[in-house]
């Protein structure tokens, strides 16, 4: 039996250093394009980490509401105004603010994410939470984010340890007067872009903490859990008809995607890494481009022949096609290798949710094959131009 070898292969294959340094130059390619995708999925993904942890159906937030990591706080009682209408069950209020955690080993002060409820009316998902509930009742009691970053120092290691009476003083940015509050169990959330470590306080601790800004009225995030049977939409679109202009309500997948929304359009990070993203893939077209037009002007003479003896346009486009589509698989597996690699390097530095996803597995192989093609079409003018007569 006669294996029959595809030219497009037998033309790569025929100078091998060129062949692999091409490779290579494509992988590079197909590794920016990952390390780009896990970087943008990393920053929505902890971005939103608080918000898809809350329970509720519907969440009330400022009219002035950029981002949860802003400021804007409104008033209680607008939120307990919704207890009034059709369908609402229960309100829950958060308190959000910065501090500054005093590191115990080194006496540095970092600023750190200070999230505040009622532990009578549970607003987070977390099991470790749940299962610390009671405990966050004592006031001058907090839960310590075990994924933070390290500047905090060794708190969830020495609580692991079964110190169990760590104290940490606490600072409002306004004040060099701390407030200590005591170690009272660890939970999971991580950092952000925007935020190097959680807290989680009861409301009367949070308000112990920030004793000159904040008072009891002021509230960041109001939690609305509905009747069951109700449809979220319809509750929503009630509430915007009479609450007044100064609030603003969004279900679940609302809430989210606003937050994605203003770190993807409104800030640094979200505008460079969508632009390195097509950096990328502009790029790996020029890449790929130079390649193909290189290997296509060192056969010129062999595609001029082959012209020559009968084989039409579409048979030698089509071979510049193959090429563009084995180039485009060979890179892609050492690319998605390396990805992987990197992508637990940088979650254990930074801390932050980068991940391998299927979908962006197939997003940035189906942008690879694209690429490639792309170039490919680009590159067949040359291919066009052969002549039988250059042959002679």
Known sequence: MIVKIPLAWLQLAQQKVRFLVAVAGIAFIVLLMFIQLGFQDALYSSATAVHQNLKGDLFLVSSQYKALTANQSFSRNRLYQTLGFNG?????????????LKNPATGEKYSIYVIGFDPGKPVMNLPEVQKNLDILKITGVMLFDQNSRPEFGPIAEKFKHGDTEQTIEI???????GYR???GGLFGLGPSFGVDGNLIVSDSTFLKIN?????????DVGIIKLKPGFDPDQVLKNLQASLPNDVQIFTR???????KEYWAARTPIGFILN???TMASVVGVVIVYQILYSNIATQFIAYATLKAIGYANGYLLNVVFQQALILALLAYIPGFIFSVALYDFAMESTKLPIVMTTNNALIVLTSTVLICITSGALAINKLRSADPADIF
């Open 171 to 177: 600072f409002p940015f306004d004040s060099l007067q």
């Open 181 to 183: 509050v005591r170690v």
């Open 211 to 219: 004793p000159n800004t904040r008072h009891a009225e002021n509230i």
């Open 88 to 100: 609402v069950e229960s309100v829950s209020p958060i308190y959000l603010q910065f501090a500054k």
């Open 253 to 259: 997948k609302g809430f989210i995607n606003f937050e």
């Open 275 to 277: 632009l390195m993203l």
